[in-house]
């Protein structure tokens, strides 16, 4: 994982971090790394998050993801929670059931929506939605 752009991103991201740890459980395996030689920050993962947090509720652009456990049960309340934000850049939903994915995939707001994997798109497609992105990014209808 490379660098974060700058000093004030390195601040923004580790700020992110520092406010989801006081609530919630972090996975770290360090850290932040110096930045001497660039703007470095571990991955992190966080856990025990709350719909209400900052760190669910806000774009991080950095290497942070709330990992959120759900029941297949209710398909409607895991989809009203992941919609429960006014940004809608990308989302990735990660299980073993793919009829269920879908199904989650199909109600999600956002311009991108991954199953099982992370940041592959065609750069043909439209890109961003909501109060992500600068719009209707890439494809032929910009």
């Not at 991955?43 to 297949?72: H, W, Y």
Request: proline share 4%; charged share 25%; with cysteine.
């Amino acid at each position: 994982m490379g660098p974060l752009v700058s000093d004030e991103q390195y601040r923004r991201v580790v700020g992110y971090i520092e406010s989801g740890i006081e609530e919630a459980r972090r996975w770290q395996p360090a850290a932040h790394l110096r930045r001497e030689r660039g703007w470095f920050v571990r991955p992190t993962v966080l856990t025990n998050t709350n719909p209400r947090m900052k760190v669910v509720q806000e774009e991080i652009f950095g290497p942070v993801v709330c990992a959120v456990p759900f029941s297949d049960r209710d398909v409607d309340a895991i989809v009203k929670r992941a919609n429960d934000t006014i940004y809608g850049l990308a989302a990735s939903v990660w299980t073993q059931n793919l009829s269920l994915a879908h199904k989650v995939a199909r109600g999600l707001r956002a311009g991108t929506v991954w199953v099982n994997c992370h940041n592959v798109f065609d750069a043909s497609l439209l890109l961003a939605v909501q109060a992500s992105g600068w719009g209707r990014e890439m494809g032929e209808e910009v």
